[in-house]
């Protein structure tokens, strides 16, 4: 549902899964204030490095799934409900955050 709303916003149309299909940025995710799980995984290669910072202080997210290169992970920190964080195979500028994260008790899932 939130690719739709996307590319709505974005005035686009890529069926969701095509194969050009490439999420650049989460700009205006705060609109989203309700949202509780984003799922940032899975969606085409993302050469450039994801600014995470327009989640900063997200109300409501408590789930977060990501890949590739983000930044800054401090971000990560500011969100108060995040309960579970999943990572794949994505890299964090500043790792120290999780150790953070689970110490605070969020869930933190990494593969690799």
């Known amino acids: 549902e939130i690719y739709m709303l996307l590319e709505d916003g ?7 899964e095509a194969d ?7 700009t205006g995710i705060s609109a989203l204030s309700g949202l509780k799980t984003l799922c ?3 969606h085409g290669y993302r050469a ?13 997210l ?8 983000c930044k800054p ?12 964080l999943d990572l794949g195979l994505a890299k964090l500028d500043r790792p120290a ?3 953070r994260l689970v110490k605070k ?3 933190v899932a990494r593969d690799g």
């Open 10 to 16: 974005a005035g686009t149309e890529t069926g969701g």
């Open 20 to 26: 050009t299909y490439e999420l650049k940025a989460i």
């Open 40 to 42: 940032l995984d899975g």
């Open 48 to 60: 450039a490095t994801l600014d995470l910072k327009p989640l900063e202080g997200h109300p409501a």
């Open 62 to 69: 408590e789930h977060l799934i990501l890949s590739g290169k």
């Open 73 to 84: 992970a401090t971000v990560l920190e500011t969100l108060p409900k995040l309960a579970r």
């Open 97 to 99: 955050v999780l150790e």
């Open 105 to 107: 008790g969020v869930d």
